[in-house]
């Protein structure tokens, strides 16, 4: 629902504020503000690449010009047109509305949580600023404002009631019209910029979950973690909104799809902070349903009365987060089956290393890199390979990669290496690891520093006339997309400096380090699984459809591995083979 937010919102923000071009010039043709609106969509999305640090020094002086002009206007259509308006401050008001408009006054609710949209998207903010910023910026500045905006609009509407679909620009007095006109879609456009900054969180989230593709995710700050941009997803959410703002035409059943995914995603939040206030902050859980039963009674009446407007537009977020939901959960279960299969039908190590007498294994000049996401054995691509073709290099190292959530990791931290069987064999385990704003596409850079750190390693192991060991048993491996903690990454970098385990005697260091130098200058060669997932040929219909079609779809059009990781296109293997999960 939140995705879907990200699309309805630019296009209701955008669209209704170009509407006020027609309250000067009645005469224009509704195609020509669509087009208007559609051009200004393309260009809030264009600019997305710059990120928010680049172009978010604007923000703050357009909201606080709209917020100030809004409320201006307020107090002087307040003072102006119906000063008694300030009454409607009191609750009474609200009751006597609904016991006189009935069923009425229920079916306005739908219309009424459009006054609160944007709230739900406030969770994209804390990537930006801190929790007490935002508290006293909408308490102080925010609220206030639009309390002042609305009760001006209510008293020019008490004289104007022929003017009710248009208020809003009609109470605008003549003078400040195109200002507060410009500043309005300018508002409108920083707006959308907050839920379009939520869409690519929870897009990031979902992906670090496995629930979501792999997608190319570009942090834009060096210092904030939550400031991403995620070029695919702009892209779509561009097209679906220039396809919302085409198809609808009208802000009125824009609105209708709007109100009801804004109103979801608070209902769900208010149900899932049940279980934040006992599992997480282990409160009371009487005070947790006391929570749920106040916050969500109000919601589900709003909810209710969006569920009346489906037929009217509201169909739409419906369908699509049907559609998004879908797609999540089959691309989660296809990468467990995957996984679950690898695990399953990995090799042992003492296969592996009996392998080379027991089948006459060759071994080729030259380094190569085992990309893998099993963390031990070997993986069921590499022993696929071996098995058809009783060859590989000299040196094998696999290698492991893992995402933090630090900027940058030290080039000297980057690599961990520890060694797999006897000396004799030259079998290396490496860890890499990856800071957020890492460049990764340096493979020059990349070798030549994993080449360095074997050969430190070999050193470093000799001294005493054994090689050694760096201990990672407790290193937590993963793929490219996952995410460990800022914290456990110092804790494994402050414990593997005072660990070395697995001591193997009379191997010379200089010889190690001489065939690494000749291996190094045959070249290096990166092995990396090109698998077709299938589902069994006893599965269900439906397994097969989601394994086969849709899976196989999302995973032949996601970001391919190799591209993420930068490996060179001239110097990848890619070994194929089919799991039949």
Not at 349 to 369: K, Q
Not at 408 to 415: C, E, L, S
Not at 557 to 576: F, K, Q, Y
Request: charged share 15%.
């Amino acid at each position: 629902m939140v995705i879907g937010d990200g699309i309805l919102t630019p296009s209701m923000s955008v669209l209704s504020a170009v509407n006020g071009i027609r309250i000067k010039v009645p005469s224009l043709h509704e195609n020509y503000t669509v087009f208007i609106a559609g051009v200004i969509l393309v260009g809030l999305f264009a600019l997305q690449h710059f990120g928010t640090r680049n172009v978010g020094y604007l923000f703050a002086p357009i909201l606080l010009a709209w917020l100030f002009c809004i409320s201006v206007i307020g107090v002087y259509n307040t003072i102006y047109w119906n000063p008694h308006v300030v009454s409607a401050l009191s609750p009474y008001y609200v009751y006597n509305f609904f016991k006189k408009a009935g069923k009425d006054g229920w079916s306005s609710l739908g219309g009424i949580v459009l006054c609160i949209t944007g709230a739900e998207a406030m969770f994209a903010d804390l990537g930006h600023f801190s929790q007490l910023s935002i508290r006293i910026a909408f308490t102080v500045i925010v609220y206030p404002c639009l309390v002042l905006a609305y009760m001006g609009e209510a008293a020019y509407l008490s004289k104007h009631k022929e003017d009710l679909q248009k208020s809003f620009y009609k109470a605008i007095p003549e003078v400040v019209f195109w200002p507060v006109f410009i500043i309005a879609t300018l508002a409108t456009m920083v707006g959308s910029q907050a839920i379009i900054s939520g869409t690519f969180s929870v897009i990031s989230q979902c992906r670090a979950l496995k629930c979501f593709p792999r997608v190319k995710v570009v942090h834009t700050s060096n210092h904030i973690h939550g400031q991403i941009y995620i070029p695919e997803v702009n892209w779509i959410l561009m097209v679906l909104c220039l396809a919302v703002l085409v198809g609808y035409r009208d802000t009125d059943t824009i609105g209708n799809a709007y109100g009801l995914a804004v109103i979801t995603v608070m209902l769900v939040t208010t149900c899932l902070m049940f279980l934040v206030i006992v599992m997480v902050w282990k409160r009371n859980i009487l005070g947790a349903l006391a929570f749920v039963i106040v916050f969500g009674s109000v919601e589900l009446l709003y909810f209710s009365a969006c569920l009346a407007k489906v037929h009217k537009g509201g169909w739409f977020p419906l369908v699509l987060s049907l559609i998004l939901l879908s797609t999540m959960c089959i691309w989660h279960y296809g990468t467990l089956k995957k996984q679950a299969y690898e695990l399953n039908n990995r090799v042992c190590l003492d296969m592996l290393l009996s392998m080379g007498t027991n089948l006459g294994i060759n071994r080729v000049p030259g380094i190569g890199l085992i990309y893998s996401n099993v963390a031990t054995g070997v993986p069921p691509m590499f022993a696929h390979f071996v098995t058809n073709f009783p060859a590989f290099h000299r040196i094998l190292v696999f290698v492991t990669v893992q995402s933090l959530t630090v900027p940058k990791v030290p080039a000297n931290q980057r690599f961990v290496i520890s060694r797999i069987g006897p000396p004799e064999f030259c079998l290396f385990q490496c860890v890499v690891r990856y800071g957020y704003k890492d460049q990764r596409n340096d493979t020059h850079d990349f070798e030549n520093h994993l080449i360095e750190t074997v050969s430190e390693f070999l050193r470093n192991g000799n001294n005493d006339g054994e090689a050694f060991r760096w201990e990672t048993t407790n290193q937590q491996q993963s793929s490219p997309s996952d995410d460990v903690t800022a914290s456990s990454f110092e804790n494994v970098v402050s414990s593997e400096s005072s660990k070395k385990t697995v001591r193997f005697r009379g191997v010379g260091c200089s010889k190690e380090l001489e065939d690494l130098r000749e291996a190094r200058e045959s070249g290096l060669a990166y092995m990396m699984g090109s698998t077709c997932v299938l589902a069994c040929d006893t599965s269900s219909y439906l397994k097969k459809f989601a394994i086969n079609i849709v899976y196989g779809f999302l995973r032949q059009n996601c970001r391919h591995p190799a591209i993420a990781l930068g490996v060179p296109h001239t110097s990848l293997i890619e070994v194929g083979m089919v799991y039949r999960v």
